[in-house]
Structure formats: C-alpha cells, structure tokens
C-alpha cells in the first residue's frame, strides 16, 4: 500500500537532501554545532559593521544606491526627506552606512542616546555607526547596552533572546566578558539546551510571528562566529520556508502603499500589516541567508510580484536591507499544494495558486477554511460533508471514519482531521490490505488512496491504543 507521507515526503521532489550555506566570502568555513564543545567560547571574529552588513552584503546595497534602484528610492525618499520613520535607528544608519551622509548617521546616534531607544535597534546603531561615535557617546550607548541586556536577562522568547544576541555581537571587543557569557549561554544553553531538542521533538516554540526575529538571530551568530545553528534542527529548517509560504490566506490584502500576503492567525480582527510586513522580510532574510537551498529559491519565487514590495515607512528597510532582486527564483506553483508536518501537527492545503483558491489550515489547535474572502472557523468534532477541493478531500466528525470518496488525478491526499492524538488507528481500503498509521500531533492522518475509482476508506482506533 502506497501512503502519503509527511512534508518531508511531500517534497522530497523539490527539496535537496542537505542544507547548504552560503558562505560569507572571505572568512574560514562554518562550524558544525556538533563539533561545538558544550564548554567551547564562542567568539566573534568581525569588525565592525558585523550585524548584516557583512561585506557582500553591503557591496550589493551600495550598487543599489549607485543604480537608483525602486527599492532604493523608495528608502531614499524617507531619509532625505527627514520623514517619521516607526524604526528610526534602524533606517537611519542603515542609510549612512550605505551613502555615507554622516548627518543622517548623527540622527541615528541622537535617537540612541535620546529617550525609549529598544535594545535591538541600539545594537545596530552602535554596529552601524561606529565611525561617527565620539568617545563619550561610545561610552554612553555601551552602558545603554549593558543596561538593556541586563534588563530582559530573563527573557527567553526570540525576539528577547534575539536582541541581547545583537548587542553581545556588537559590544563584542567593546566589553569584557559580558558579551562572551551571553553568546555562549545564547548558543549552548538555550539554543543547544532547549530550541533545537524541543524543535527535534516536535514541540510548538517558534510562533509564525517569530520567524523574523528567528533569522536575524541565525544571521548575527553564523556571520560573526560561523556556527549555524540550523545545523542541530536540520529537518525542521528545510521545511521551514516551504511551511512559511504555505501558510499564508490565498487572498491578497491591499494596504495604503503596497499589496501584502496575510498569514494564517487564531486572532481576530484586521490583520496585523506591521506583523505581514516582518512575515514579508522574513522570507527575504531566509533567502539571504541560503540562496542555493532549492526550497528558499521557491520562496525566492514567491517574493518578485512587484506588487508585495514593501513601500512603507515601516517596511521600506526592510525590502531594502534583505531583497537581492538580481536573484534567480524558481516558480512556486510547483510547489505541492498539500503541505503536513507530522512532526507539528499542522496541515496547509490550496486549491490551486490563483489569489482566489480555496485554502484549509489546520495549526495551534484550530482549524479554518478561507472561502471567497472569508476565513471561516471549522468545529472538527461537528458531523460535516467531506470538503472538497481540487488537490484534497478533508474529512473530519463521525463521517471521517467511514467515507467513500473517488480521487482524480490532480487530488493528492484524502485527509482525516480531528482524530485524536498520537494514537494508531487500523486503516482499511477497498482491495488493500488492513494497515496502520499513527495520528499526528494535531490528530491529522494524511492517506494515500487509489485515484479515478470509488473507494471506501474505514477508520478505527486500534484496540488498546496508548498515545505515542
């Protein structure tokens, strides 16, 4: 019996069987975390810019400038223009450091020194503008710094372990052993000691909304120290971009200056444009991070409809800082339109790849159809039709345990929902032989079946199943 497997499987025709890095030219090869001592320093070997200015990098933004790029002249326009920017540290020097117009990199320095300065974009002025700091505005930001990472010590979500990450790469040789201490606990406690085993286990630790904050982390810890951390949670990281690109409502959602991709949410209301717009700069920062990963030149693919570029004065850097449009992308619609990750429990399925297909999600405990513009929240546990759409036939209630269903040839999977977790249950196809499969973690069993023929599909939980 032929069975559909996980997204592994599902993409095994697309997906490499390695993850390869980009290296950042000129420095030694990157080290394996499994050649890491748990007791081995991490150090940083850069000067500064080190946080994503790295050489190539910079060389790329600077001939951006010099060809009058849209992205460029969208981001000009701000910073010559002396207009409110939401992240103004992080735009400001980001702009000296590619026109070199010292006065805009004073702003910068001014905004770090003045009144609510986060510790994310202090790092980044501090990295950024180094040239242009007096030596007592150096002190001050260096004591800011330090005052910040003491401030969120306890913090261990992304985006706080993330910022303390930055500013102990940036006060790297600025500081003794601060930063050391913090870059170690970052990579052996807390990445080594809980992310990657709890991602090796399949537990829920990295939010959608998270996944920004993510690669800025990777960045800053593989192009300043060469450790990729990817490396001890190798599965997880390659489906990653495929997962991220799946996820998303199929309608597109127009903004004051630019069309933007709505990921999947359990939150009510309008949608977050600040949070779609990091989901955007995301996408970028992967492909930044690994251009020859064929699952991120997919995603690479996904990100070229001029339409989506970020124009805002939120996004702007954002689009600036991390697109290479001068990288080649493969077409997304090659992409399966079924996505299961039995690891996670979570399942993303498309009719097709038009803005106006169907879509079914099911991920953090709840399950939705978008239809026609409308996200529509589904009871697993209420009797229903199955739904048919044109790659799958989802099935969920009492009925999911008895159905028959004819499968053509475009239709990839028949998929149970709602079953309980982690248990096995004995499957039985017309003219097949009994067998049996575990439910995921979400309670999803993703089935195989024959294709152009009516077929029955029986379902039941084996006899003193325990969860697994």
């Not at 991602?199 to 959608?208: A, S």
Request: glycine content about 6%.
């Amino acid at each position: 019996m032929r069975r559909l497997a996980s997204a592994g499987a599902l993409l095994a025709a697309l997906l490499p069987a390695c993850l390869r890095a980009q290296e950042p030219a000129g420095v030694a090869p990157k080290a394996s975390l499994d050649q890491t001592a748990a007791d081995e320093p991490v150090t940083v070997f850069t000067q500064h810019p080190r946080l994503f200015l790295r050489p190539a990098r910079l060389r790329l933004l600077r001939r951006e400038r010099e060809r009058a790029s849209v992205r460029w002249q969208r981001f000009d326009g701000f910073l010559a223009a002396n207009a409110p920017m939401p992240e103004s540290g992080l735009a400001q020097a980001l702009y000296y450091q590619v026109s070199g117009n010292a006065a805009v990199g004073r702003r910068a320095i001014a905004w770090a020194l003045g009144p609510g300065a986060d510790l994310r974009q202090l790092a980044l002025v501090f990295d950024w503008c180094q040239e242009l700091l007096a030596d007592t505005d150096r002190r001050a930001l260096i004591a800011r710094l330090q005052q910040g990472m003491a401030k969120i010590v306890g913090d261990e979500s992304i985006p706080g372990v993330r910022s303390r990450t930055l500013a102990a790469v940036a006060l790297f040789d600025h500081v003794a052993q601060v930063p050391n201490r913090e870059l170690e606990r970052v990579v052996h406690t807390w990445w080594e000691g809980k992310m990657a085993p709890a991602l090796n286990q399949g537990r829920e630790v990295v939010p959608r909304e998270d996944a920004y904050a993510l690669w800025e982390l990777l960045h800053a810890i593989r192009d300043n120290t060469n450790l990729d951390l990817r490396e001890s949670s190798r599965k997880f990281f390659k489906e990653f971009p495929i997962e991220h690109l799946m996820s998303y409502y199929p309608a597109v959602f127009p903004g004051e200056d630019n069309d933007f991709r709505i990921g999947a949410t359990t939150q009510p209301g309008d949608p977050d444009l600040e949070r779609a717009a990091l989901s955007r700069a995301a996408e970028l920062s992967m492909v930044a991070y690994d251009n020859n990963a064929e699952e991120n030149q997919y995603l690479q693919g996904w990100l070229m409809h001029d339409s989506f570029i970020l124009r805002g004065a939120f996004g702007a850097p954002y689009e600036f800082l991390w697109a290479n449009p001068y990288q080649p992308g493969l077409g997304y619609s090659l992409v399966p339109l079924v996505y299961h990750s039995a690891a996670f429990g979570r399942l993303y399925v498309r009719s097709g790849w038009d803005d106006s297909a169907d879509w079914f999600g099911c991920f953090d405990g709840t399950a939705q159809l978008f239809h026609e513009g409308r996200r529509i929240l589904i009871n697993l546990k209420t009797p229903a039709a199955p739904l048919m759409l044109d790659s799958a036939v989802i099935a969920w209630g009492p009925g999911a345990m008895n159905l028959h269903v004819m499968l053509d040839k475009e239709q990839e999977a028949v998929i149970l929902a709602g079953l309980a977790p982690r248990r096995v249950y004995q499957v039985e196809i017309d003219d097949e032989e009994v067998f049996e499969e575990t439910s995921d973690p979400g309670g999803l069993l993703v089935l195989d079946v024959p294709h152009d023929k009516q077929v029955g599909v029986r379902v039941r939980q084996a006899p003193a199943s325990e969860p697994r």
